[in-house]
C-alpha cells in the first residue's frame, strides 16, 4: 500500500510487527516511542500522553512527507499491579497511556486527514482485557474497554473522511511474553487454552491493521475486528462432570 503511516511504539513486540507488515506493503512509516532506540523505521522520540509533543510528532510527519494517511495506535500497556494496592499515580498513568494518549494522537491526525481528498484511517490497539474481568490489570482493561468506545464515537464524528476502527488483541507471543505468561512452558499452557492452539503473533495483529487500513475496508468504520484465536475456552466446561454427547 501506499501512504504514509504512524505506528506509535513500534519498536518492539506488536508495534514493531505492525510496521514491518506496512512497510513491507509499501508504505511510508514513521514510530515514535519515549526514548531513543534504534529503530528500523523513521524514528521519532515522543511521549504521547503530552498534547504538545503529540502535535510535534503529528507536526514533523506533516512537514517531511506533505501528508499522513493512517494512524495506528499501538502504544500502551500496563504492568501486573493488584487494584487494591496500585498506587492512584500508577492508575493515572495506565489510564493516560491507553485511553487519553490515543485520544491525543487521533485528534491531531483528523485535523490532517480531514484536509486530505482521499482522507485517511485510524486502527485502535484494543486488547480482550477490555471485553472481559481484568484481575491484577483492571485500570489497563477498564482503559481498553474506554478506548473500543472511543473508537465508535470517532468514527461517527470524522465520517466520511476518516475511518476509524479497533483491533481487540488477545494474548499475544512477544519477547515480553514472560511478564505476564512466565517461561516457555507457561506461555505453551496459555496457547493451549486458546481454541486456535497457540498464542497470536505480531504478524497476526499486523494483517489486521492493514486490512483495516487498506482500500479493501472502505466501508468499515466504527467496527471492531477480534483477533484472539477463538477466546478463551470458559472455565466452567473444564470444571462441569456432564456427559457430553
Not at 47 to 66: H, N
Not at 145 to 170: D, H, I, M, Q, Y
Not at 204 to 232: N, Q, R
Request: hydrophobic fraction near 45%; include cysteine; glycine fraction near 12%.
Amino acid at each position: 500500500m501506499s501512504g504514509v503511516v504512524l505506528v506509535t511504539g513500534g519498536t518492539r513486540g506488536v508495534g514493531l510487527g505492525i510496521v514491518r507488515a506496512f512497510t513491507k506493503a509499501g508504505a511510508r512509516v514513521v514510530t515514535c516511542g519515549r526514548s531513543e532506540v534504534d529503530a528500523e523505521v523513521p524514528y521519532v522520540q515522543a511521549d504521547v500522553r503530552d498534547p504538545s509533543q503529540v502535535d510535534a510528532l503529528v507536526s514533523r510527519i506533516v512537514d517531511e512527507y506533505g501528508r499522513l494517511d493512517v494512524v495506528v495506535n499501538n502504544a500502551g500497556g500496563a504492568p501486573p499491579a493488584p487494584a487494591a494496592s496500585a498506587s492512584p499515580r500508577l492508575h493515572q498513568k495506565i489510564v493516560e497511556l491507553n485511553l487519553l494518549a490515543p485520544l491525543h494522537v487521533s485528534q491531531r491526525a483528523n485535523a490532517v486527514m480531514q484536509q486530505q481528498d482521499s482522507g485517511g484511517a485510524i486502527v485502535m490497539i484494543g486488547s480482550v482485557s477490555g471485553t472481559r474481568p481484568s484481575p491484577g490489570t483492571a485500570a489497563y482493561g477498564a482503559a481498553k474497554a474506554g478506548l473500543a468506545n472511543l473508537a465508535t464515537s470517532l468514527a461517527v464524528e470524522w465520517a466520511p473522511k476518516v475511518r476509524v476502527n479497533t483491533v481487540v488483541v488477545g494474548p499475544v507471543d512477544t519477547e515480553l511474553s514472560h511478564l505476564h505468561y512466565g517461561d516457555e512452558a507457561g506461555v505453551a499452557a496459555v496457547g493451549g487454552t486458546i481454541p486456535m492452539g497457540r498464542m497470536a503473533t505480531p504478524a497476526d495483529v499486523a494483517e489486521a491493521c492493514l486490512f483495516l487500513a487498506s482500500p479493501a475496508a472502505a466501508y468499515i468504520t466504527g467496527s471492531t475486528l477480534t483477533v484472539h484465536g477463538g477466546g478463551e475456552r470458559p472455565a466452567f466446561l473444564s470444571a462441569s462432570n456432564a456427559e457430553v454427547t
